[in-house]
T-cell receptor
Framework: KAGVTQTPRYLIKTRGQQVTLSCSPI?????VSWYQQTPGQGLQFLFE???????NKGNFPGRFSGRQFSNSRSEMNVSTLELGDSALYLC?????????????FGEGSRLTVL | AQSVSQHNHHVILSEAASLELGCNYS??????LFWYVQYPGQHLQLLLK??????LVKGIKGFEAEFIKSKFSFNLRKPSVQWSDTAEYFC??????????FGQGTRLTINP
């Protein structure tokens, strides 16, 4: 059974640009969550999608957005990139219809903003 | 706001030492608690979980955790660590259909 797949794995952008990250969940999983991981802040919740609807949202500015498609694949977008957006962005999927917290994580997309 | 806190940022032990990593949560009522582990160069994976019932839960690789409601704690333990336990450990909690909230993480270094 394939795991959670995130693309791209690494990318470098400059300030002011935008970026789109993609996540393919485990087959059959309908919930996709996104987290930002940095050494100083740990894992910060961005948002969660379930059946194409945003079910939960973290405390990030509107520059961070996401969506989920009918096949459960998800994308997140960051516009007007800032240096502080440099981080590992993790996607996680879940089978549960209610968020019981048992997540399966991908390896992440490491974004560097110059 | 609901939160999870881990007070040990970096723990260094020798092989065969006993391990206890602290985790405290601020939720009231029913809460599901987890420990996740991130080995060097690998993705986060579930170590163990507590939903209800026996407050002492056992996970993979000999880890266990005890849920103590009166102390709002869910500490991770292992009686004898190995070099391969070197990793970052994250405690997490969720209530109902809310978001899963992670602690800051504890980096564990095991010296051979």
């Amino acid at each position: 059974k394939a795991g959670v797949t995130q693309t791209p794995r690494y990318l470098i952008k400059t300030r002011g640009q935008q970026v789109t990250l993609s996540c393919s969940p485990i087959s059959g999983h309908r919930s996709v969550s996104w987290y930002q991981q940095t050494p100083g802040q740990g894992l910060q919740f961005l948002f969660e999608y379930f059946s194409e609807t945003q079910r939960n949202k973290g405390n990030f500015p509107g520059r961070f957005s996401g969506r989920q498609f009918s096949n459960s694949r998800s994308e997140m977008n960051v516009s007007t990139l800032e240096l502080g957006d440099s981080a590992l962005y993790l996607c996680a999927s879940s089978l549960d219809t209610l968020n019981t917290g048992e997540l399966f994580f991908g390896e992440g997309s490491r974004l560097t903003v110059l | 706001a609901q939160s999870v806190s881990q007070h040990n940022h970096h723990v260094i032990l020798s092989e065969a030492a006993s391990l206890e990593l602290g985790c405290n949560y601020s939720y009231g009522g029913t809460v599901n608690l987890f420990w996740y582990v991130q080995y060097p160069g690998q993705h986060l994976q579930l170590l163990l979980k507590y939903f209800s019932g026996d407050p002492l839960v056992k996970g993979i690789k000999g880890f266990e955790a005890e849920f103590i409601k009166s102390k709002f704690s869910f500490n991770l333990r292992k009686p004898s660590v190995q070099w391969s336990d070197t990793a970052e450990y994250f405690c997490a909690g969720v209530q109902g259909a809310q978001k899963l909230v992670f602690g800051q993480g504890t980096r564990l270094t095991i010296n051979p």
